[in-house]
């Protein structure tokens, strides 16, 4: 059986190696604003939706808050489980499906990890298990891009050089998924991997939301928690609140 992209991608040391230099000081300044903005209370319980490696889901066990990072590729959970830290866990589960019912104060699905399926039915219920997994009055929190300027200013093709790989990039729009193919020779065997990311606007997120139960209470352009414009915004941010 043919594995999905994010499957085969996310488990392999390449994917790893080709985002080392992801920038961790936006990442924790990120999520610095968001909890003095929501008004996180030290008890709260968090979920961190396809946490990856775990950067932020440590960052927020740091602040003290009881959180759980979950993500389908087992190669990034064996690395988020190198901490040392008591009050957060990490555990391979597809966020397709729900994880714990009425649990969680707050669910994050941070740095564009959402629009990753070609069946529309599962994006939505990505969103539907959002809402399973909050408590009444819940807040979700989505961190995606902002597709209108990522389209505008794709770099066709791109070459990087990481720990003795070269990664040629290769990026696209073709209606419906912003693409990027990633090819590489490593000890004199070429690769092949691809990301796939629908290129939702925020009408499209606001008419999955609804279908899951979900409203937008707060539209965010950045990390600075500006104001969105579409033709210029870096992020498109959404708070939404679970209608329970």
């Known amino acids: 059986m043919t594995k999905d992209w994010f499957e085969e991608w996310f488990n ?65 959970i064996v690395k988020a489980k190198q901490t040392e830290l008591t009050n957060v866990n990490f555990e391979v589960h597809d966020m397709r499906k729900v994880y714990k019912k009425d649990e969680f104060d707050f669910v994050f699905n941070l740095f564009t990890s959402f629009g990753y399926f070609e069946n529309q039915d599962d994006n939505i219920d990505v969103l539907k298990g959002v809402t399973l997994n909050l408590k009444e009055n819940g807040l979700f929190v989505l961190d995606f891009m902002n597709a209108s300027k990522v389209i505008k200013n794709l770099v066709p093709e791109e070459s990087k050089q990481l720990e003795g790989i070269t990664f040629n990039l290769k990026r696209s729009y073709d209606g419906v998924n912003i693409r990027k193919d990633i090819y590489l020779k490593d000890n004199d065997k070429n690769y092949h991997f691809q990301e796939r990311v629908s290129a939702f606007n925020l009408h499209d997120i606001k008419t999955m939301a609804a279908l899951a139960d979900l409203t937008i209470v707060n539209t965010f352009g950045d990390y600075n928690l500006n104001s969105f414009e579409e033709k210029t915004s870096d992020r498109l941010i959404l708070v939404m609140r679970v209608n329970k």
């Open 12 to 76: 392999t040391s390449y994917y790893h190696t080709l985002y080392k230099n992801r920038d961790e000081q936006e990442a924790i300044h990120f999520i610095d604003r968001l909890c003095e903005f929501l008004e996180i209370k030290p008890k709260a319980k968090i979920l961190d939706l396809a946490c990856g490696k775990g950067r932020h889901s440590k960052h927020l066990a740091k602040k003290g808050f009881t959180t759980t990072g979950i993500d389908l590729a087992e190669q990034s």
